[in-house]
């Protein structure tokens, strides 16, 4: 079972007043933890800047074959100081449902775009199914001609139940798509939150050093 993790951030002013030094340091340690990662079988699916449509600046996701190895390098981010230059928030969630949207023959192109989808139930029926609401959403996304591979289960880690991370190579398939979620809406009863990025191919410091890098591109 596949575990996801997002991570949504801004940047501290701390970031701003770093010296050259403090930056590279921290650059090297970090780029030391994405190798270690890549290592692990983690894939971490690249910067996406929010910044034009949020108040957070950043999103990532990662997926991840089990909670032992993020836990590995969430505590070795940590060391390398990595928290000191942002207010994160984290989300984990248990692999539920595996989409059939992730085709090889559509994967072969770079997507520049990506989204977090968050789902939270206003209530739970007696005779709600979570493979149902899935198998919906999967048509949703066939239709909208989106790309995702997994919806995670974030109960009891979040007040959000699930969370979808969804590709596209252009703003008007997600502007299709979030019509179709609410239209949904009216027979599931949810509220949802959607974070929709532009993937950079860099990652935040050392710009010029991180480009050369493998885990940097975008994938």
């Excluded at 340690?29 to 190798?35: A, V």
């Excluded at 989808?117 to 709600?128: D, E, G, P, S, T």
């Amino acid at each position: 079972m596949k575990i996801g993790f997002c991570a949504i951030w801004k940047n501290k002013l701390s970031e701003y007043h770093a010296s050259k030094d403090d930056e590279t340091e921290t650059t090297l340690k970090i780029n030391d933890c994405f190798h270690k990662a890549k290592i692990l079988g983690i894939r971490i699916h690249g910067l996406h800047n929010i910044r034009w449509s949020s108040d957070n600046q950043y999103f990532t996701y990662w997926e991840c074959p089990n909670f032992e190895s993020l836990e590995i390098i969430i505590s070795d981010l940590e060391k390398a100081g990595d928290f000191k230059f942002a207010k994160s928030k984290h989300f984990v969630g248990n692999e539920l449902y595996c989409f059939s949207l992730g085709r090889k023959d559509v994967l072969k192109n770079k997507l520049l775009l990506g989204s977090i989808l968050f789902i939270r139930l206003k209530k739970r029926l007696a005779n709600f199914k979570s493979q149902i609401f899935c198998e919906c959403l999967e048509k949703l996304l066939e239709k909208n001609k989106l790309i995702s591979n997994y919806c995670y289960n974030l109960k009891p880690f979040s007040l959000w139940d699930y969370f979808i991370y969804i590709e596209s190579d252009n703003f008007e398939n997600y502007d299709g798509f979030i019509e179709n979620v609410e239209a949904i809406n009216l027979e599931h009863v949810f509220n949802y939150k959607i974070y929709t990025g532009v993937k950079e191919s860099i990652f935040r410091f050392g710009r010029s050093y991180q480009i050369k890098n493998e885990w940097a591109k975008i994938q």
